[in-house]
């Protein structure tokens, strides 16, 4: 019998050489003495007994045994020959007992490589065994900055607390996302139960990914693993079973394979950018569309929120606009219940297009769109890369421009301030933006940065006044709650607590709905999905006049010439706002000539060099503030261990 498994492990490993020969690759086995330097390899950390996956084991510590093995691990050396009598030895005795004894390897990037034990290896390869136990000793790679040696060590650091070493990632930042889905917090360790738990949830999910061809991507199974922990949470991953999971992960699969692509997001700028409608949309004549029914999903009330406020006037504005093509409903405080919910019940009422005015019902919303693909679901936030939903906002960060211009040529000092909420995509463009424009006028212009979501609007006034600071830009929409106490767009303060308005910037919700839901009805929309592989993120701005500006009659005149030319000259692409030179804070050149890209723009998770202030720690955020940041943060808002900047 063992005689006729090396016969067959035999004709393995030679087909697994003739593979690797046909495409110019090494014919056997990677040796980690080619791989090391002499004085890395005396820097090694003892990692004990462990359980190492058997797809890991990749080499061996040292040359000599490389040529007796294919790739693979397979034996390459004829039947008859002392290797064979041996391979077969071992194979009789995992057939009588198991092989128990634990092999010696070495660690590196996450690889192994052996150092005794190689036929072990190759036997228990041979039988599919999923895990080897081994005593290894770790190789740190050598700190380059590479995003390679970065991901790796955001291995170790989760390797450490959780003892997995089997999942796999190619993005930054994806153990410590999985750490957090699966109810741990950052530094927190795991006990035994729950590393059963999840390799037992873990070996279910391989399963069904292999089986639905995830072997063909270019990815790895825990970049499958994540956007289905994203929609559909952990509890349903250790409590399904084989066939309910590859139900589930089937509706979900485009998310899969956009994860391949890196997550690409196609942004849509301008309406009017595509003409393109689908031969049906050409077809039918626009009056059968009629009828169509539209739900309005918010966080909070239209009197307590003067963005739901916005969004409501938004939603009877299209309504209008659209005459009897378009019937709405409002959906309000639905965070104040299950918002898995109340989009079921928005469903079940007979709408088929969602608005969810917030990054918070983004999961909520995903979770929608993947159950009910006959649903256009759409959600009011920036730069998420999501195939089954589109996002839509406005490029604000135009009018931040123009409104920074204003208050550099109505400033004496060249001091001015600027009240942020939340360090989210969309907002540190509008800080900077608003830096630009009114350096562009006064070269003098400093901005003092201060954020609302550390200690509130008031407190942010009172601080800026004390430095003598008194032309301040702060909320876009009035925040009702403290109507008579707040502040939004750009107010001229004294000393005494007087204030006068002097521009604000507008967000034309109206306009945009409007404009959305007639290409909705006219198919267009539908066309654009079908024929992109993307996830769709519409960014309109003024080219669209969904976003605007409002100055008081006490601008002077030529300071509202300035702005009026300004506003032209962006929404006809003549004058970009992010256009060289451009230096971030402390002096770093950031862009030598063109302007940035709206991919740039977008996320940014610097200052520019005439701001003074700096991001917020995530640590240092109210709750609303972080259950935001958690939903659509710029890049950086994900490292929140203490001191670690946003």
């Not at 593979?19 to 004085?39: H, M, N, Q, R, S």
């Not at 929608?368 to 089954?388: F, G, K, Q, W």
């Not at 562009?440 to 003598?468: F, H, I």
Request: glycine letters at 8%; charged letters at 25%; aromatic letters at 10%.
């Amino acid at each position: 019998m063992p005689e006729y498994f090396y016969k067959d492990a035999l004709k393995q490993g030679l087909k697994e050489q003739k593979a690797a020969a046909a495409k110019d690759l090494p014919t056997g086995l990677a040796v980690l003495e080619d791989l090391i330097t002499p004085k890395q390899a005396l820097c090694q950390v003892d990692l004990g007994l462990i359980q190492v996956p058997a797809a890991f084991i990749v080499g061996t510590r040292d040359h000599g045994r490389e040529t007796c093995f294919s790739p693979g691990f397979m034996p390459v050396l004829a039947e008859g020959t002392e290797f064979a009598t041996k391979w077969e030895a071992l194979c009789q005795s995992h057939l009588d007992q198991g092989i128990r004894d634990p092999i010696k390897a070495v660690e590196y990037k996450n690889r192994y490589y052996v150092i005794e034990g190689n036929k072990r290896v190759s036997v228990l390869k041979f039988f599919g065994t999923t895990t080897i136990p081994a005593t290894v000793s770790r190789i740190p790679p050598i700190q380059d900055g590479s995003p390679e040696t970065e991901l790796y060590n955001e291995f170790t650091a989760f390797f450490r607390h959780s003892g997995i070493n089997y999942v796999e990632f190619t993005k930054k930042g994806s153990y410590a996302q999985l750490q957090k889905l699966v109810g741990k917090a950052p530094e927190e360790d795991w006990t035994e139960d729950e590393r059963r738990r999840f390799s037992r949830a873990y070996q279910t999910f391989l399963e069904v990914y292999t089986a639905m061809g995830g072997n063909k991507l270019s990815t790895t199974v825990g970049d499958a693993l994540l956007p289905f922990l994203e929609v559909y949470g952990y509890a349903m991953l250790t409590s399904s079973g084989t066939h309910e999971l590859k139900h589930t992960v089937g509706k979900m699969w485009e998310e899969v394979k956009l994860r391949e692509k890196g997550s690409p997001i196609e942004l849509k700028l301008d309406p009017d950018a595509e003409k393109k409608q689908s031969l049906l949309a050409k077809v039918l004549p626009t009056g059968q569309n009629t009828g169509l029914r539209v739900a309005f999903l918010h966080d909070k009330t239209p009197e307590l929120s003067g963005w739901t406020r916005a969004h409501e006037a938004g939603r009877f504005w299209a309504e209008e606009s659209l005459g009897g093509k378009v019937s709405t409903t409002s959906y309000e405080n639905v965070l104040r219940t299950d918002p898995q919910q109340v989009l079921e019940q928005a469903i079940a009422d007979g709408n088929t297009v969602l608005f969810t005015t917030s990054p918070r019902l983004l999961k909520a919303s995903l979770r929608a769109a993947i159950d009910h693909p006959e649903i256009t679901v759409m959600n009011c936030s920036l730069n998420i890369s999501h195939r089954y939903i589109r996002t839509y906002y406005a490029r604000m960060y135009e009018v931040k421009f123009i409104i920074g211009a204003i208050a550099g040529s109505l400033s004496q000092s060249g001091k001015l301030g600027y009240i942020a909420d939340y360090p989210i995509f969309g907002q540190i463009a509008g800080v900077n933006a608003f830096a630009l424009g009114a350096r562009m006028v006064n070269p003098r212009a400093k901005v003092y940065l201060e954020w609302s979501s550390l200690k509130g609007t008031p407190d942010c006034v009172k601080n800026l006044l004390s430095q003598q600071i008194h032309l301040i830009s702060s909320q876009d929409v009035s925040r009702l709650r403290d109507a008579d106490h707040a502040s939004f767009g750009l107010e001229r303060h004294t000393d005494d607590g007087g204030k006068t308005l002097l521009a604000v910037p507008e967000w034309r919700w109206g306009k945009y709905y409007e404009q959305i839901l007639r290409r909705i009805l006219n198919k267009t929309e539908k066309s654009v999905y079908e024929t992109s592989d993307s996830a769709l993120n519409y960014y309109w701005g003024l080219s669209a006049g969904v976003v605007d500006l409002h100055m008081d009659a006490s601008i002077p005149e030529s300071t509202r010439q300035l702005a009026e030319f300004f506003k032209t000259s962006i929404a006809e692409d003549r004058l970009k706002p992010f256009c060289a030179p451009l230096r971030k804070q402390g002096g770093e050149q950031l862009r030598f000539d063109g302007a940035l890209s709206q991919e740039e723009i977008i996320n940014m998770d610097f200052l520019v060099e005439n701001v003074v202030g700096s991001i917020p720690v995530y640590e240092d955020l109210s709750p609303l503030a972080q259950a935001t940041v958690n939903a659509v943060g710029v890049q950086s808002a994900s490292k929140k261990t203490p001191g670690s900047a946003l």
